[in-house]
């Protein structure tokens, strides 16, 4: 089992991971960058140690100095949390090489499933249903408007290195499709210092529906059933609810072993994620595999009872998964609000600052993971999400109630947040009636996020 682990991230995630391994008897080893001496995830580690300057780049993105700090520190295993450096191969490799382990999958994997045109490539390989799209990455706008008349507008220029909803652009028309591929590509070359594109066929308003897998190094390999992380902004997720309100049973089991297959197909150990678009007919497409813990996790273990963060140590640890998929039920209804330090008057702008007053909601069936305390200062350079409320009914309906109750209840003082923009979406019809999809936003929203929309890159 692992002894010590060093956690390669900050906020509300490291904090995740410090509590689990208590729970587990591991010892912890926070890193931090010179902005989060107080932060909540460097003071309850077991040891912390500095690692660097307040930008990412220098901090929880220097690979030598994280790797200088695990040696020094003794660790025996690296989680990378999400985001940093969780999905970066070369770094997985290093941390072999210094013969320590990264909890996630192989750093061929990695790399094979965080190229998107690569992903697509294995799936199709594997009869794995994907976006009707372009075989191969596309470098010259020419090449990718032939594949787009191909394929039929609307489409989607997407980077194939893409993350976080960059470098990615609808064309509706043959016409703009030059204009648009040049700008998605320039934006994705200034994200991901590389200029591969694709094309594929743009769902109008499908949901995104996500299916958690776990996967040992002895090959088996079982699903936790479904996320509906639909509701999103600039397409990234707002609100997540798990299991999603549109499928049956049937489509869940259907939807499940071909994610199952998928992960098999990628070579797949540790937790990770299949990402389906589920258009109106029913009809499912994979859009991407993230070879990762996912924010939302949250959900997944609200419903089957099972902590995934524990099981990712457990297997990094070599251990065999604890149960079957037979194992595995679903029960009640989870959903989660992200709560971020942003300001919705002023198209979401991030709003670091002091926090002067902070009241959690509580009770049965509500949790709250998070970095933040009394007095604690959310710096400016760092991920805008401080706060993950999730909460558990036994229906649909009892969860949406109790997710009002709870937002209503929470008091976040001294930053702006997104906490009333939250509380709308909640509180309105279609949401409440399980109605959604990822034009929701725009469609219920579309004034409020009007000046917004301008600026987005879609
Ligand atoms: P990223 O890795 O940047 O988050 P994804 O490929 O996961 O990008 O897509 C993010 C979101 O963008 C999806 O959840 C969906 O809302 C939208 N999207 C992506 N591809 C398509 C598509 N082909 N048609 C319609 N919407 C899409």
Redesign the pocket.
């Given at each position: 089992m692992i002894q010590k682990l060093l956690i390669a991230n900050r906020g509300e995630i490291a904090v995740r991971i410090i509590r689990a391994c208590r729970e587990m008897g591991i010892k912890t080893v926070a890193v931090y960058s010179r902005a989060d001496a107080d932060a909540l995830h460097t003071l309850l580690a077991d040891e912390a140690i500095c690692i660097g300057p307040e930008s990412s780049r220098d901090s929880y993105l220097n690979m030598e100095q994280i790797l200088s700090a695990a040696v020094v520190m003794k660790a025996d295993a690296i989680h990378p949390g999400f985001g940093f450096l969780s999905e970066n191969s070369r770094f997985a490799r290093m941390c072999s090489q210094c013969h320590i382990k990264f909890v996630g999958p192989d750093p061929d994997v990695i790399s094979r499933m965080g190229n998107?045109a690569e992903a697509r490539k294995t799936m199709m390989a594997a009869g794995i249903p994907v976006?009707p799209g372009s075989r191969e990455p596309v470098r010259e706008w020419q090449e990718g408007q032939r594949e787009a008349d191909r394929i039929g507008y609307p489409v989607?220029v997407?980077a194939a290195l893409?993350?976080?909803?960059?470098g990615?652009r609808i064309v509706r028309d043959s016409k703009d499709f030059q204009s648009q591929f040049q700008m998605a590509q320039r934006e994705t070359e200034a994200a991901f210092g590389d200029d591969n594109m694709y094309v594929?066929?743009?769902?109008e308003n499908?949901r995104?529906v996500e299916f958690q897998i776990l996967a040992d190094e002895f090959g088996n390999v079982i699903h936790l059933g479904e996320r509906d992380c639909s509701i999103?902004r600039r397409?990234q997720k707002l609100v997540e609810e798990a299991p999603c309100p549109a499928i049956s049973e049937k489509q869940r089991e259907i939807m499940g072993e071909t994610a199952v297959r998928a992960a098999k197909a990628a070579g797949y150990e540790n937790a990770g994620t299949i990402?389906f678009?589920l258009d109106k007919d029913g009809s499912f497409y994979f859009?991407?595999m993230n070879t990762r813990i996912q924010v939302e996790h949250g959900i997944t273990e609200a419903v089957t009872g099972i902590d995934l963060i524990k099981e990712q140590l457990r297997i990094a640890s070599g251990l065999p998964l604890a149960f079957r998929q037979e194992d595995v039920s679903i029960r009640g209804h989870a959903i989660e609000c992200r709560i971020n330090a942003e300001n919705p008057a002023r198209n979401f702008m991030p709003s670091p600052g002091t926090v002067t007053n902070l009241h959690f909601p509580g009770g049965n069936g509500v949790r709250i993971d998070s970095a933040v305390y009394n007095g604690y200062t959310v710096p400016p350079y760092y991920d805008s999400m401080i706060l993950k409320l999730i909460v558990w009914a036994s229906s649909r309906e009892d969860a949406v109630r109790k997710m009002r109750s709870a937002l209503g209840e929470l008091v976040i003082e001294g930053i702006h947040t997104n906490l009333d923009f939250q509380y709308d979406i909640l509180c309105s019809r279609d949401y409440e009636e399980g109605k959604v999809d990822?034009g929701f936003i725009e469609s219920h929203f579309g004034q409020r996020t009007e000046k917004d929309a301008r600026k987005s890159p879609v």
């Open positions: 998107k976006v989607m997407k893409g993350g976080g909803g960059k990615m594929e066929k743009y769902i499908p995104h999103q397409h990402e678009l859009i991407e990822t």
